[in-house]
């Protein structure tokens, strides 16, 4: 039995050649530096911060060059599968707003010429090309089993060697054709390795886009690719899948990068162009003085979900990865406010070489700046749907009346300097709930504890009977003042602060307390948005209602 013959013997029913499907796979039709990438998460888990960062970065390197960001689900790993995987990092996706252009869809339907972008639809490929490798001699069968492997490492341990299967420790590599045979009619399970050409004592080098020149030892383990199950290693299939679509530069984290002397041996061995690599440092976050990388199992705000969960909205996450991409986004932004992220060119050379800290309260103030930059009215969507999925008595709110919470958010924000208080859409109920009447009863009970402990209530109360007496709500805000001052001065007020500390002894307070009695009375709180205007979109009616609640 020849090589060809074993060949056709393992894969009797794969009939074509590597040039057949590459010919069914042609090449895509760019301009001139245009980059294809990808994201290729395996379905083992959740969608990290980081891994968004990196998904951000081949997107924008993608788009930017008026090529194609696609998306391959890498599930050659079937025992390590969770459940509900893909459907996370399709949603996250979607929550951060970036968009594949092709590959699996949440509707069920794939996009895209290129597909199946699943690797395991796409097993009778890579038979392909392993049918092909074996042919020429470049791989072979192997039986050994978990035992047979063990007692190799065992030796090569004894005698302080490295441990795999390589050279003449690969002991398969070398079986007669008759052996082979002779294995196969046992029915005995086998996988397909690679018969490697490299030697530890020689070196690649290669230019990574990031880290720049990396030099290696070459890759002679006679890695697996093909498993017992017929479907290949992640090694094997992600050259073949990268081959077929097309993909010209893959980013991806840098613990990949220590199998890099076998995927640019892959590349070589199967005859195919090899991709451009990029190989980021991971997320790096605070642990109190001292930095260190998220954990995916520890840390909450790992999972790209979190964010989602908070009410943080996707492009204030994006926005703030952007900055850590590269560091001159900052000033780009500041130059450009209104600018949508995607005019930003992102520049490979200008990247963080050792880990980003990824720091929440930088995202919380970014976060602020874009939503404040957002009309009421997508104030109120957002937060309405967010509130669908997490917070339903806030949803129940919102949607009791449109007009009256979209009039809430429309207080210091069609202005210059709009407010920015909002970083998440959880920050709304606090920051707002006091407008709306449910909210307001629950916490009016506590409202007496927001007055200045030296207020007595009685004065209190009088100051805001007073009010209730004089108020018109024909009045501008500086007739408004004016008869809230002359409430103050009527009552002993001092006129300023400055006049009351001289001789804080005259005073019961000065006129800023005479406000805060009238701010507690209609919020509960002392600290809300500006009187006046607060008091203009709660409406007469509430406003009369929660003076005289107050009054008791
Ligand atoms: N499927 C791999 C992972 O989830 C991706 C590796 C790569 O991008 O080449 O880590």
Same mark, same amino acid.
């Given at each position: 039995?020849?090589?060809?013959?074993?060949?056709?013997?393992?894969?009797?029913?794969? =009939?074509?050649?590597?040039?057949?499907?590459?010919?069914?796979?042609?090449?895509?039709?760019?301009?001139?530096?245009?980059?294809? #990438?990808? $994201?290729?998460?395996?379905?083992?888990?959740?969608?990290?911060?980081?891994?968004?960062?990196?998904?951000?970065?081949?997107?924008?390197?993608?788009?930017?060059?008026?090529?194609?960001?696609?998306?391959?689900?890498?599930?050659?790993?079937?025992?390590?599968?969770? /459940?509900?995987?893909?459907?996370?990092?399709?949603?996250?996706?979607?929550?951060?707003?970036?968009?594949?252009? /092709?590959?699996?869809?949440?509707?069920?339907?794939?996009?895209?010429?290129?597909? &199946?972008?699943? @690797?395991?639809?796409?097993?009778?490929?890579?038979?392909?090309?392993?049918?092909?490798?074996?042919?020429?001699?470049? *791989?072979?069968?192997?039986?050994?089993?978990?035992?047979?492997?063990? @007692?190799?490492?065992?030796?090569?341990?004894?005698?302080?060697?490295?441990?795999?299967?390589?050279?003449? %420790?690969?002991? !398969?590599?070398?079986? #007669?054709? /008759?052996?082979?045979?002779?294995?196969?009619?046992?029915? +005995? &399970? $086998?996988?397909?390795?690679?018969?490697? &050409?490299?030697?530890?004592?020689?070196?690649?080098?290669?230019?990574?886009?990031?880290?720049?020149?990396? /030099?290696?030892?070459?890759?002679? @383990?006679?890695?697996?690719?093909?498993?017992?199950?017929?479907?290949?290693?992640?090694?094997?299939?992600?050259?073949?899948?990268?081959?077929?679509?097309?993909?010209?530069?893959?980013?991806?984290?840098?613990?990949?990068?220590?199998?890099?002397?076998? !995927?640019?041996?892959?590349?070589?061995?199967?005859?195919?162009?090899?991709?451009?690599?990029?190989?980021?440092?991971?997320?790096?976050?605070?642990?109190?003085?001292?930095?260190?990388?998220?954990?995916?199992?520890?840390?909450?705000?790992?999972?790209?979900?979190?964010? @989602?969960?908070?009410?943080?909205?996707?492009?204030?996450?994006? =926005?703030?990865?952007?900055?850590?991409?590269?560091?001159?986004?900052?000033?780009?932004?500041?130059?450009?406010?209104? *600018?949508?992220?995607?005019?930003?060119?992102?520049?490979?050379?200008?990247?963080?070489?050792?880990?980003?800290?990824?720091?929440?309260? +930088?995202?919380?103030?970014?976060?602020?700046?874009?939503?404040?930059?957002?009309?009421?009215?997508?104030?109120?969507? !957002?937060?309405?749907?967010?509130?669908?999925?997490?917070?339903?008595?806030?949803?129940? #709110?919102?949607?009791?009346?449109?007009?009256?919470?979209?009039?809430?958010?429309?207080?210091?924000?069609?202005?210059? +300097?709009?407010?920015?208080?909002?970083?998440?859409?959880?920050?709304?109920?606090?920051?707002?709930?006091?407008?709306?009447?449910? %909210?307001?009863?629950?916490?009016?009970?506590?409202?007496?504890?927001?007055?200045?402990?030296?207020?007595?209530?009685?004065?209190?109360?009088?100051?805001?009977?007073?009010?209730?007496?004089?108020?018109?709500?024909?009045?501008?805000?500086?007739?408004?003042?004016?008869?809230?001052?002359?409430?103050?001065?009527?009552?002993?007020?001092?006129?300023?602060?400055?006049?009351?500390?001289?001789?804080?002894?005259?005073?019961?307070?000065?006129?800023?307390?005479?406000?805060?009695?009238?701010?507690?009375?209609?919020?509960?709180?002392?600290?809300?948005?500006?009187?006046?205007?607060?008091?203009?979109?709660?409406? =007469?009616?509430?406003?009369?209602?929660?003076?005289?609640?107050?009054?008791?």
């Amino acid at each position: 039995m020849n090589q060809t013959e074993l060949a056709h013997r393992l894969f009797p029913a794969i =009939e074509r050649l590597p040039e057949d499907v590459l010919s069914s796979y042609p090449a895509r039709k760019l301009k001139e530096g245009a980059m294809v #990438t990808r $994201f290729g998460p395996s379905p083992t888990g959740f969608l990290t911060i980081g891994g968004i960062y990196a998904t951000l970065i081949s997107e924008r390197l993608a788009h930017q060059s008026g090529g194609v960001f696609y998306l391959r689900i890498e599930d050659t790993d079937t025992k390590r599968e969770v /459940e509900g995987s893909i459907g996370d990092f399709l949603q996250a996706l979607s929550y951060c707003g970036i968009d594949p252009d /092709e590959g699996p869809t949440a509707s069920g339907v794939e996009t895209g010429e290129y597909g &199946p972008y699943k @690797q395991t639809e796409r097993a009778s490929l890579y038979h392909v090309f392993i049918k092909d490798l074996i042919a020429r001699g470049l *791989a072979y069968p192997c039986f050994c089993d978990a035992d047979e492997l063990q @007692q190799i490492r065992d030796k090569q341990q004894a005698a302080k060697l490295n441990p795999g299967y390589y050279g003449e %420790w690969a002991i !398969h590599r070398h079986l #007669t054709p /008759e052996q082979v045979e002779s294995e196969l009619a046992t029915g +005995k &399970p $086998f996988v397909i390795r690679l018969k490697s &050409p490299g030697s530890p004592d020689r070196r690649i080098k290669y230019t990574d886009l990031i880290k720049g020149e990396i /030099e290696m030892p070459e890759n002679d @383990q006679d890695i697996v690719i093909l498993k017992s199950d017929g479907i290949p290693t992640y090694h094997f299939a992600h050259a073949v899948d990268d081959c077929l679509m097309g993909t010209t530069h893959v980013i991806r984290g840098d613990d990949w990068l220590a199998s890099i002397p076998v !995927h640019l041996q892959l590349f070589d061995i199967l005859g195919f162009r090899r991709p451009e690599y990029g190989h980021l440092a991971p997320l790096m976050k605070m642990d109190g003085t001292s930095k260190r990388k998220f954990s995916k199992r520890k840390d909450p705000d790992a999972a790209a979900r979190y964010y @989602q969960q908070e009410g943080y909205p996707g492009t204030s996450v994006k =926005e703030y990865l952007m900055t850590l991409i590269n560091s001159n986004y900052e000033e780009w932004r500041m130059s450009q406010p209104e *600018a949508p992220y995607s005019e930003f060119r992102v520049d490979m050379n200008k990247m963080n070489v050792s880990g980003a800290l990824f720091d929440s309260n +930088k995202l919380i103030d970014i976060s602020k700046v874009v939503i404040a930059r957002l009309s009421a009215d997508e104030v109120f969507e !957002h937060t309405a749907a967010w509130a669908a999925a997490y917070d339903s008595e806030l949803e129940a #709110t919102l949607l009791a009346d449109r007009k009256y919470a979209t009039a809430v958010f429309q207080i210091g924000r069609a202005v210059e +300097k709009p407010r920015k208080d909002i970083a998440k859409w959880s920050n709304v109920k606090d920051l707002y709930g006091y407008f709306f009447d449910d %909210w307001f009863n629950k916490s009016a009970a506590a409202g007496c504890d927001a007055l200045p402990a030296a207020m007595p209530s009685e004065l209190a109360k009088q100051i805001v009977r007073e009010f209730a007496l004089t108020l018109d709500f024909q009045d501008d805000r500086d007739s408004w003042f004016g008869k809230v001052k002359a409430i103050g001065e009527q009552l002993g007020f001092a006129k300023d602060a400055k006049t009351f500390k001289k001789n804080p002894e005259q005073y019961p307070g000065h006129i800023g307390d005479v406000a805060m009695i009238l701010r507690v009375a209609l919020t509960g709180r002392t600290m809300t948005l500006d009187l006046y205007d607060m008091m203009q979109v709660m409406g =007469e009616a509430r406003v009369r209602n929660r003076l005289k609640q107050f009054i008791g």
